[in-house]
């Protein structure tokens, strides 16, 4: 049984609050994030940061759960749209690589979006794998891209379904599920068992939308419960409060690795509201200055 851990959270100016982890430390950044997403019902994506000895406590972005331990303190950092659309760096397509693109929403298998040129020089016919061999490129040529898979093929669903997780989660979850049925023993998942969790249903939300709503993620995580009933929550609105936070925070860090990698829908998205953003604050500006 793992000693619980007490940690100073920084929420703002003069604003610091205890929270104490009973199960432990969490076993990465990641998890720590949902935790205290969850304990404070934060709603705006943020970042960590902590107190470095070396350096005379300064603040440095948490990027290992082993730089910190009990009693430590860690700041949170709110992430704005405009950081986020920035940090994401410029890309353009080169037709004098053959390298596929995969894109990260399966884990069975990658999906491959094929770069088709028109007016090519020479395009040889794709092998047995799958994957496109060297081509040579013009340098007026054009660049088509064939259907990609992060365009949505459906809508959400009248039902949504929890998808298969992986091997180990689907066995602990089975095994877990007979003995609440038999003995009404709900399960405590691990970090691990959690993490598998949130990333398939992540995962499966991303097919239909993006950008689901509050009722949607409510459908998802009460989906969730039934299925397995050995999740559900005690002390809890629906049995399944946790988990809808978990979700919500999941989604969105889902989409924020998708924007810095340079999803096509999420990167727009992202460039968009930034740009809403700024040009809110010119007009902000402006009448504040015709005011004085």
Known sequence: MSCPVHLRVV???DDARKLTLKSGMPSSVDQLVLEINTYF?????????????????????????????????????????EETSSSIPETSL?????????????????????????NAHHTTSPDEDGLSSQH???????????????????????IFLVPRFSYFA??????????????????TPSPKLQMDILEGMAEEIFKYTAYP??????????????????LKERGTR????????????????FRTKLNKIGHPEVSVNSQEQAQRTRTSSCKYQKAKKGRS
């Open 11 to 13: 929420l703002g100016v």
């Open 41 to 81: 019902g934060l709603e705006q994506q943020f970042r960590l940061q902590y107190k470095d000895l070396d350096f005379g406590n300064e603040y440095f972005n948490l990027e290992s759960i082993s730089d910190i331990e009990d009693k430590a303190t860690v700041k949170v950092v709110f992430v704005s749209c």
């Open 94 to 118: 080169s037709c004098s690589t053959s390298t596929p693109i995969t894109s990260p929403m399966t884990c069975n298998s990658s999906v491959i979006l094929e770069l088709t040129c028109v």
């Open 136 to 158: 040579s490129f013009g340098s007026g040529d054009a660049v088509i891209l064939d259907p990609a898979p992060e365009t949505r093929t459906s809508s959400w669903p009248p």
């Open 170 to 187: 689907e066995f602990q979850l089975q095994r877990a599920t007979a003995d609440f049925r038999a003995n009404g023993t709900l399960l």
């Open 213 to 230: 709503s509050d009722s949607q993620i409510e459908e998802a995580a009460t989906v969730l419960v039934n299925t397995y009933p050995c």
């Open 238 to 253: 629906a049995d399944h409060e946790g988990w809808k936070q978990y979700l919500k925070t999941k989604v969105a860090n």
